[in-house]
């Protein structure tokens, strides 16, 4: 029985290694999804800011009409 332990070293440390890399991967994928998020998040405020910028372009030359005075009439004559 002694001398099967020996024997099983090799393998109890392959399973070591075989879990040490499983929680290394793991580790790494939460990292790269992170990475993945945030410069999707900036991306998104990016374009919802240049959204926004456009939208204020587009209203306020109709906010600017309303509010301006008439032009005066030329008089003619």
């Known amino acids: 029985m002694s ?3 020996p024997l ?7 399973g070591d290694v075989a879990q040490q890399w499983a929680v290394q991967s793991q580790q790494q ?3 790269n999804a992170m990475v993945a ?3 999707l ?7 919802d800011e240049v959204d926004d910028y456009f939208a204020a372009r ?3 030359p109709e ?3 309303s ?3 008439p032009t005066p009439r030329v008089r003619q004559g």
């Open 8 to 14: 099983a070293a090799p393998f109890i440390a392959l």
């Open 41 to 47: 998040a900036q991306r998104r405020a990016e374009r």
């Open 58 to 60: 587009r209203t306020a």
């Open 3 to 5: 001398r099967s332990l």
């Open 67 to 69: 509010t301006s005075a």
């Open 63 to 65: 906010a600017e009409q």
């Open 37 to 39: 998020c945030t410069a």
């Open 29 to 31: 994928a939460r990292r």
